[in-house]
């Protein structure tokens, strides 16, 4: 199924537009309020991670039940932190894809019923296209906020489902340069947090224990996948698992401080590398690093290290999922016109590059 965005010639932008942003496409109920696409007015969180940490990850029929119950009053207490009601709203913008079915659901039946109540504009939104634009947002009370984001830039996505280079040329131009063949770099993190008997989500986990270990360690191997801009961790994971197994035989006991670290460092070296290679390449003038992955301390430190200047990477609270993501993406939206009707439907795989071209 195809996106239902209808595009007319881009417009100006307006002075003070104020987009709701709702996102449910996983396991954070989510309601944002954000004005001009980068001044953040209020963003609420609900976050799942103790319900489903039983799990050992997310168990979605569990995710849609706690977003019907949490929706509503996120999205009032939303408003109520911007001190603002419906009435002072230009659009809605919500979460239409990728993410769990029963999810997406849930949020943009939320949409609808906002939208169509107070006759408001329906946006919808792609969840990686949310991630990137995290990279605009700030809050309302900054003194100095930081510059938005020079074009063309190279943006990298790295969440628990995704890992993909993209290029942008303008707003809303989209060129995906590579994705992972495999497991996702979050999903790496979480398999093996498991491998190391690490709580769950594994991203915290391990970077958390990393810190007392030695990156060098062990020399887990890289998969550069050379000429092209694809990721790979899969081998990583394996090589893991049997060093695990070899270690187990250690009367110390595993080390697993120094294999998080040794891991952690693979995967850092990685995406920083090949992040590098193809802003290098495509005369990126800015470099995006979007995602839940982005909030790990030691890829941070490494991107800053390789690039002093025009690294954007949002802070901890915006690198996961959120709505004011959605309600920053929705507003480039918004200003170029493009809506969509209330038999707007979910697109569980949803493709960002698609979003350059609505139907």
């Not at 919500?94 to 039946?109: E, I």
């Not at 969840?127 to 063309?152: C, M, N, R, V």
């Not at 890829?299 to 959605?326: E, G, K, V």
Request: hydrophobic share 45%; aromatic share 6%.
């Amino acid at each position: 199924m195809s996106p239902t965005h209808h595009t007319s010639s881009q417009a100006e932008p307006l002075a003070t537009v104020r987009i709701l942003g709702i996102e449910t496409s996983c396991d954070e109920t989510a309601a944002a309020v954000v004005a001009d696409g980068r001044i953040i007015l209020s963003s609420v969180v609900a976050s799942q991670v103790e319900v489903h940490t039983r799990f050992g990850g997310v168990f979605p029929e569990v995710a849609s039940r706690q977003h019907i119950l949490a929706i509503y009053p996120i999205v009032e207490q939303a408003l109520q932190q911007a001190h603002l009601t419906l009435d002072d709203i230009d659009g809605v913008a919500v979460t239409r894809g990728p993410g769990l079915p029963g999810s997406l659901v849930v949020g943009l039946n939320a949409a609808k019923g906002l939208a169509l109540a107070n006759n408001l504009p329906l946006i919808g939104v792609n969840h990686l296209e949310g991630h990137i634009y995290s990279a605009w947002l700030y809050q309302d009370t900054d003194q100095k906020p930081a510059s938005a984001p020079e074009f063309p830039s190279l943006a990298l996505i790295v969440s628990g489902g995704h890992t993909e280079l993209i290029l942008m040329k303008d707003h809303l131009d989209y060129a995906r340069l590579g994705a992972t063949l495999d497991d996702a770099a979050g999903e790496a993190f979480d398999k093996v947090a498991r491998l190391l008997g690490l709580s769950y989500p594994g991203g915290p986990s391990i970077q958390n224990t990393a810190q007392g270990g030695n990156p060098l360690a062990f020399d887990f191997p890289r998969a550069w996948l050379e000429d092209t801009w694809n990721f790979s961790f899969s081998g990583l994971k394996t090589a893991v698992l049997r060093e695990v197994r070899k270690q187990e035989a250690n009367p110390r006991g595993l080390p697993t401080q120094d294999l998080a670290a040794s891991f952690q460092a693979a995967v850092v070296d990685v995406l920083v590398s090949k992040t590098m290679h193809a802003a290098k390449k495509f005369n990126a003038r800015s470099i995006l690093v979007a995602g839940g992955v982005s909030a790990n301390q030691a890829l941070r430190q490494s991107f800053a290290l390789r690039l002093p200047s025009n690294l954007h990477i949002p802070p901890l609270m915006y690198c996961t999922d959120n709505a004011a993501m959605i309600a920053a993406a929705g507003y480039q939206r918004f200003v170029r016109s493009q809506r969509d009707g209330l038999d707007m439907d979910i697109l569980p795989n949803w493709p960002l590059t698609e979003t350059t071209r609505p139907d």
